[in-house]
């Protein structure tokens, strides 16, 4: 597809320990990966620099359309991990032609819930209910090519399939 092509998404469905959510999650506000950067400054250099030095943790957060039993019983266990996926299709549009093609674009996330709101009541209106996660494992895979993988507990971080810590885990002994 040419250079000039548009890209464009507007909805995704969320897997929660394999099953499917269609409906029920409202929005799904997926983790931003922040690189950790250290300040270094020494004799000689004229100024300082920020050098990568791990990456911040990975959160994210769910709202929910209603309250839904097998969400409630899996977002209360802070305890345990799940296997939490977003899948959604990606339009491609060429503007002379119109759309090319849909790829499919998921993101794989093994996440911990650590925080649920049950909700504020009014009448006649629907409550805003939401749980919050932590993630330790995440991938990016569009049209089955992996873009990024991140796994902050086996210090796995690549990006098109390349191994970024290869060196690092050999360094330390792993």
């Not at 300082?48 to 959160?59: M, N």
Request: charge should be negative; aromatic fraction near 8%.
């Amino acid at each position: 597809m040419a250079g000039n092509a548009l890209h464009f998404m507007t909805n995704a469905n969320v897997y929660l320990d394999g099953n499917s959510l269609i409906g029920r999650a409202k929005e799904i506000k997926l983790p931003e990966i922040n690189v950790v950067q250290q300040e270094h400054q020494a004799l000689g250099m004229i100024g300082k620099i920020q050098l990568p030095a791990g990456f911040d943790k990975l959160e994210g957060e769910i709202h929910w359309t209603s309250l839904y039993e097998e969400v409630a019983l899996r977002t209360a266990n802070p305890f345990k991990a799940y296997p939490l996926q977003c899948r959604g299709s990606l339009q491609r549009y060429n503007p002379a032609q119109g759309r090319q093609d849909e790829l499919p674009v998921a993101v794989f996330m093994t996440v911990m819930f650590s925080k649920n709101v049950l909700g504020s009541f009014k009448q006649h209106e629907v409550p805003e209910m939401s749980s919050s996660f932590t993630c330790s494992y995440i991938k990016q895979v569009m049209n089955g090519q992996v873009l990024l993988e991140l796994d902050v507990i086996a210090n796995i971080f690549k990006i098109n399939g390349e191994d970024m810590l290869t060196d690092y885990r050999a360094n330390l002994g792993a």
